[in-house]
């Protein structure tokens, strides 16, 4: 198993990092909070998990071993596989989930692309004694609604990507009515999806 990669970041895509080990470029999976962190040149070290399928080799990385740790564990789950389990990070970091199973929310869980509320209510049940309580590292922050945290979130990673703060700022005014709508419906801003409209708004500014 590959725990971590360490080494300069050669290239950021909307879902993927390139980090360079040994002359070789690793492609790693990750969630825009964790590509928000990264920058083209600069060192990174991200935890890392590596999915082996019959015909393909993911590696899926994360900001820590927490990360990595709570994406394993909802793989656990009955039909929770690593896609899902990187959406589910995607849009709530550990802690939050830890809270949001402690508590029984079902709309944290249906906040989640992919996840209905017969499938929110059944992953409660079973990732229930796995995740265990909260650590006290931000939970509230991520479970928090409005718009101040994903249009940050949002932001950053754009500018991660290569954009110019303007350009990350117009391309979060386009895509606000979608997130609007989105919390409108009882759910969260759905970041992932949120920054590939932004980027195809930008792709079509240029």
């Known amino acids: 198993m590959i725990a971590f990669v360490r080494g300069p970041v050669a290239a950021l895509a909307p879902t993927t990092a390139v980090v360079e080990v040994g002359g070789v470029g ?95 209510q059944k992953l409660l049940l079973e990732l229930k004694d796995k995740l265990g309580a909260p650590l006290g590292t931000g939970a509230t922050r991520a479970v928090a609604a409005g718009p101040a945290p994903w249009t940050e979130q949002l932001h950053a990673a754009l500018i991660g990507l290569g954009y110019a703060s303007r350009e990350a700022e117009e391309a979060v005014e386009a895509v606000t009515p979608q997130a609007e709508e989105a919390i409108a419906a009882g759910g969260s801003a759905p970041v992932p999806q949120l920054l590939r409209a932004a980027l195809q708004t930008l792709n079509r500014a240029r």
């Open 26 to 120: 690793m492609a790693v999976q990750c969630t825009p909070d964790t590509l928000a962190g990264l920058r083209i040149g600069q060192e990174a070290r991200l935890a890392t998990s590596l999915v082996v399928r019959e015909d393909s080799l993911t590696l899926y990385g994360f900001a820590d071993d927490d990360e990595r740790q709570v994406f394993e564990l909802l793989q656990t789950a009955s039909g929770v596989g690593p896609r899902l389990a990187q959406a589910m990070l995607g849009v709530h970091r550990p802690d939050a989930l830890r809270l949001a199973v402690s508590t029984g929310d079902e709309k944290a869980l249906t906040a989640v692309p992919g996840i209905g509320k017969k499938g929110a």
